[in-house]
Every structure is written in C-alpha cells, then in structure tokens.
C-alpha cells in the first residue's frame, strides 16, 4: 500500500524560507514521477513541481526562481524548498505520485499547510 506524508508546513513571514518533505513507503521515488501540488480556500489544486523518475524538474511560472524540487533516494523522500515567500504560496501542499510524467496510477498524500503572513 502506498503512503505519502508531507511535513514542514506552517507559517512564514513574506521573503521567508519553509522545507517542505514528502516521505514514500509502498513505492520507490526513484522510479516514479513526483510533484508537489497545493490548493488555496476557494481555489482548484494546482501544479507547483514535479521531477520525472530521471530527476528532470518542471515548475509552475509562479513559483520557477523561487522553489526548488529534488528528491533523496536513500531516504525514499521528496522535498520542496521554498524561498521568497509570498502571502499567495499559502495553501495546503499535497504531494503526488505515479507513472510518467503526468502521474498515470497516482498516489495522494494528506497534506500540510503553509501560511504566508506577516
């Protein structure tokens, strides 16, 4: 059974810094795609990042310069390091997993929520 668990959200101040992890059990991350996807109140969940099981990254225009995916696999973990923050990065980050670049069989995990305030 596959489980993700995000971790290292909570509240940073604008121009802050916040790490977010995903660790894996059931997969190896290694050998799929993984992103980071987040949803404001009122909003759909969008796309933020994503590293294809070759480690090639692709990141939402609002979010390229600012945040950074990459992907430890020894430690079957996923993070997302996030620079420069502004108050509209608060959302819940969710964490995704599947096959191929756009996550056929995909996997979820629960999320953590990240506020932007001052």
């Known amino acids: 059974q596959v489980q993700l668990v995000e971790s290292g959200g909570g509240l940073a101040q604008p121009g802050g810094s916040l790490r977010l992890s995903c660790v894996a059990s059931?997969?190896?991350?290694?050998?799929?795609?993984m992103g980071w996807y987040r949803q404001a109140p009122g909003k759909q969940r969008e796309s933020v990042a994503r590293?294809?099981?070759?480690?090639?990254?692709g990141y939402a225009d609002s979010v390229k310069g600012r945040f950074t995916i990459s992907r430890d696999n020894a430690k079957n973990t996923v993070y997302l390091q996030m620079n420069s923050l502004k108050p509209e990065d608060t959302a819940v980050y969710f964490c995704?997993?599947?096959?191929?670049?756009?996550?056929?069989?995909?996997?979820w995990g629960q999320g953590t929520q990240v506020t932007v305030s001052s």
């Open positions: 590293i294809s099981e070759g480690g090639s990254p």
């Open positions: 059931g997969i190896n991350v290694s050998v799929k795609t």
């Open positions: 995704r997993a599947g096959r191929g670049w756009y996550f056929a069989a995909d996997s």
